[in-house]
């Protein structure tokens, strides 16, 4: 099945820089999202981008998508020690039951 | 706010035993979802429902069954739980439809078995 695979697996960084994770999957997307995982818990939803979408912006995350490339990236501006986490991409297919392939994630580091 | 909860959030259970883990949704979403989670292999998906009664094979249902008899509700069953299905498993819930929608995530069981 498609995969997203994110970059880099690790990433440490001080508070106040810029993380940026990428993820490229391998084929036709209806939509790719990302979520964020705390130590041990459940993911949270973040961002939404559909396939006929190139950015979106929702508060300091910036997602681009590229569809002739088959990636994706999330970039987090203005870091902050709570953005520490995991981060996942996940792709739907156009299978009409918003299943979802998730990547194996990204751990951010946001050190204070 | 969407709610997503699960039975446990952590249970130890031996070789053999059939184990039932529940998952329950306050936001009456038609789709709901049973992964699990292991280092290094990301989130799998088990088993998924977009109905009552109804469920669909994810990409690794060996070993597991599910049931949905309520809308709310959504069950996932190791029938003789190997040590191999030690893992983290997430439920999630999202809405139904043509849309693309986020999924709703509960906390999570770990779940050991000896």
């Known amino acids: 099945s498609q995969q997203g695979e994110e970059d880099p697996q690790a990433l440490s960084i001080q508070e106040g820089e810029n993380a940026t994770m990428n993820c490229s999957y391998k084929t036709s997307i209806n939509n790719l999202q990302w979520y964020r995982q705390n130590s041990g818990r459940g993911l949270v939803h973040l961002i939404l981008?559909?396939?006929?979408?190139r950015e979106k912006h929702s508060g300091r995350l910036r997602v681009t998508l590229d569809t002739s490339k088959k990636s994706s990236s999330l970039l987090i501006t203005a870091s902050r020690a709570a953005d520490t986490a995991s981060y996942f991409c996940?792709?739907?297919?156009?299978?009409?039951?918003?299943?979802?392939?998730f990547g194996t994630g990204t751990r951010l580091l946001v050190s204070p | 706010d969407v709610k997503v909860t699960q039975s446990s959030r952590y249970l130890v259970k031996r070789t053999g035993e059939k184990v039932f883990l529940e998952c329950v949704q306050d936001m009456d979403h038609e789709n709901m979802f049973w992964y699990r989670q292991d280092p290094g292999l990301g989130l799998r998906l088990i088993y998924f429902s977009y109905d009552v009664k109804m469920k669909e094979k994810g990409d690794i249902p060996e070993g597991y069954s599910v049931s949905r008899e309520k809308k709310e509700r959504f069950s996932l069953i190791l029938e003789s739980a190997s040590t191999n299905q030690t893992s983290m498993y997430l439920c999630?819930?999202?809405?139904?439809?043509?849309?693309?929608?986020?999924?709703?995530f509960g906390p999570g069981t770990r779940l050991t078995v000896t």
């Open positions: 996940a792709t739907e297919a156009y299978t009409g039951f918003q299943k979802l392939v």
């Open positions: 981008i559909r396939s006929n979408e």
């Open positions: 999630a819930s999202s809405r139904g439809g043509r849309n693309p929608y986020e999924q709703y």
